[in-house]
């Protein structure tokens, strides 16, 4: 692999009209130019006219014909969106009481974007290298939720590394263990080999789905390895989870759907048809799903707008997606950035431009999120200004964004979420994982809690843990388990 500098990432980040003038490596994706006008796909985007991929391309840019953001052009361009925002969806903020309860960091994948894993081998129970990182027993799992659920969350929001040991159920660890190098052929040892045994997936759903709760969890990729070495069709494993208490599934290990920006950060990765394929199984097995972007990185705009068009045409055959949630790439600790293929994330100009052309864009999907995780409060509070209208969610405990040097904590409060939303003139709401329940909080009423969730009573929440992230896996009160 090359690493000729930070030429992708400042391609995109420079108004997003590729790396053309840094190093040719081969990291360089050419600079997008459509045969569309950035005036037309503007007046087409105020019409509501359905966007093509050459105007997302020009409304991400700002007209792809000079470079950089022009600042008047992204005015009117997040203008357009805050009003179709207004229209399709009014003013209310909606947030969930959610519990992040990620069960392993163990992965061998190799994305280059990622942090939040830890090398599969360290959690050996004969290995002697350190590691961060942690795997947590179904037990732990439900002791975890359990805590949570009495505090008043309504979601568990559930993603992991692809531990080798983890298999579907029995029969899929038979599957696995016949293979003659496992290993090698189907990224696969027995639990035996390991300090901790994750369980399998099905005994995971079992211990987290429990109280009432609403357990959203098993991304493409996760689906991918609990029916890698197999013939089984998603549709079948998504519904086998589900029989295990799986409520809905999140999109992410979406990245960017284009297949050359795959190559060059997750090559490990499943690629676009195959996620594609993994979202549909799951909508067909009757489980609503989220979708994500994770962009900021090596892509360029027109990437960022195929991608759109992926997840539009998705929900033009399933109508499955209950929202839009856009990934700012956070990069400190990232191999992409240690290595020198990017010199950063996206400016805030790009996260702007990214919620607001999500919104016009993606005219099948009803909810565009902001996140404080990615972006801060005060971003955050702007990016609702741009298209969003969902705020996400408590989530209590965060290793993701945190591992990868996000600065933005983990947890935010009912008051916090009334005092934020109320400031901008928008009107707080809790929501359920699906957005069909919603509870309007009058904000004189204070002090605010849940009371959507299996055992909420408005009474505020109060996590059980320490402050601040520092990565090391704790969860709202439970021991950590590092292996
Ligand atoms: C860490 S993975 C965990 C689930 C599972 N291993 C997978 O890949 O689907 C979940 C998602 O976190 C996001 N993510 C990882 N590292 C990130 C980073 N540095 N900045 C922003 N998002 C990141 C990616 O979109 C990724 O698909
Ligand atoms: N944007 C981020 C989310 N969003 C997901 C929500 O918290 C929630 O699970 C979803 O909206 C379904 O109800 N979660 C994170 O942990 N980090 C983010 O940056
Ligand atoms: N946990 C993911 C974000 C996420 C999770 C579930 C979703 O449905 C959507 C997004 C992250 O921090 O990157
Ligand atoms: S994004 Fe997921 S699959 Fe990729 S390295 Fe991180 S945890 Fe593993």
């Known amino acids: 692999m090359s690493s000729g500098g930070s030429s992708g990432a400042s391609g995109s980040n420079g108004g997003g009209n590729g ?105 050996e129970a004969d290995s002697e290298v350190e590691h961060a990182g942690f795997t947590k027993p179904p037990a732990e799992s439900r002791e975890i939720v359990e805590d949570a659920l009495d505090i008043g969350i309504y979601e568990v929001c559930s993603v992991s590394g692809l531990h080798p040991a983890f298999a579907l159920n029995e029969e899929h660890h038979e599957i696995l263990a016949a293979y003659d190098d496992p290993a090698s052929e189907v990224n696969y040892k027995p639990p035996e080999t390991y300090a901790t045994d994750p369980g399998t997936y099905l005994e995971q759903m079992e211990a987290m789905s429990v109280g009432g709760v609403h357990l959203h969890s098993m991304t493409p990729e996760e689906a991918y390895h609990a029916s890698r070495g197999t013939d089984w069709e998603y549709e079948a494993v998504y519904g086998e989870l589900a029989s295990a208490g799986l409520d809905s599934a999140p999109g992410t290990a979406a990245e960017i759907l284009v297949d050359e920006v795959r190559d060059v950060i997750c090559p490990g990765k499943i690629r676009t048809d195959d996620w594609v394929a993994a979202m549909e199984g799951a909508a067909a097995a009757g489980l609503d799903v989220t979708s994500t972007m ?179 896996g704790d969860a709202a009160g439970a021991s950590s388990a590092d292996d």
């Open 294 to 472: 994770m962009y900021g990185h090596v892509e360029t705009v027109a990437h960022r707008a195929e991608h759109l068009k992926v997840i539009r045409d998705l929900q033009d055959r399933t109508g499955a997606i209950t929202e839009f949630v856009p990934l700012s790439f956070i990069h400190q600790n990232t191999p992409l950035y240690r290595r020198g293929v990017v010199d950063s994330g996206p400016s805030h100009a790009e996260d702007e431009l990214v919620v607001a052309v999500a919104r016009l864009f993606l005219d099948n999907v009803d909810h565009v999120q902001a996140s404080w995780v990615k972006s801060g409060d005060a971003h955050g509070i702007k990016l609702l200004n741009c298209g969003a209208d969902d705020f996400m969610g408590t989530i209590l405990s965060e290793e993701i964004t945190s591992r990868a040097g996000g600065e933005y904590g983990e947890y935010r409060s009912f008051d916090d979420y009334v005092e934020m939303i109320t400031a901008i003139g928008r009107t707080p709401v809790e929501r359920s994982t699906d957005y069909r329940t919603r509870r309007r909080i009058d904000p004189d009423d204070g002090p605010h809690g849940p009371r959507l969730g299996p055992r909420a009573d408005g009474t505020p929440m109060l996590p059980n843990r320490p402050s601040g992230g520092d990565g090391s």
């Open 19 to 123: 790396g053309g003038e840094s190093d040719a490596n081969e990291f360089d994706f050419a600079t997008p130019a459509t045969d569309q006008s950035f005036e037309n796909a503007l007046a087409k985007a105020r019409d509501g006219a359905r966007l093509t991929v050459a105007d997302a391309t020009e409304l991400l840019a700002t007209g792809t014909a000079s470079p950089g953001i022009d600042p008047v052009r992204k005015e009117a361009v997040l203008e357009a969106a805050d009003r179709r925002r207004a229209e399709e969806v009014g003013d209310e903020v909606t947030f969930v009481a959610n519990l992040n309860n990620n069960v392993t960091t163990a992965c061998n994948t190799g994305c280059l974007f990622c942090n939040f894993k830890d090398s599969a081998h360290a959690f």
